[in-house]
């Protein structure tokens, strides 16, 4: 089964249908308010680091793509050449 991480804007029914239509498990993390503090919330900066590195590629900057399987290809060689530096 895929687990896929959420933040807390992702709540109510978003998480009935990942699940009744693809069978994947929605986890929502959320952050406590009680702690004025900042702290690192599992798994979510890795979503987050991962947006700022697109965010050095023109393509991927902004939103220029009408159709979202060209913005889906544009992602793949940038992940290589990420892949490849590292």
């Given amino acids: ?9 992702y709540r109510g029914e978003l998480i009935e249908k990942v699940k009744a239509t693809l ?10 308010d009680n702690n004025s503090n900042f702290k690192v919330l ?3 900066w890795i979503v987050e680091r991962t947006f ?5 590629y023109r393509r991927l900057s902004k939103d220029f ?5 060209t ?3 544009m ?3 940038v992940m290589i050449k990420i892949m490849l530096n590292r």
């Fill in 75 to 77: 992602i793949q060689p």
């Fill in 71 to 73: 913005s889906e290809a």
């Fill in 65 to 69: 793509e009408f159709n979202t399987n």
């Fill in 1 to 9: 089964m895929i687990k896929i991480v959420a933040d807390g804007g």
């Fill in 42 to 44: 599992p798994k979510r």
């Fill in 23 to 32: 069978n994947w498990t929605l986890e929502i993390v959320l952050r406590k």
């Fill in 52 to 56: 700022s590195w697109f965010e050095s």
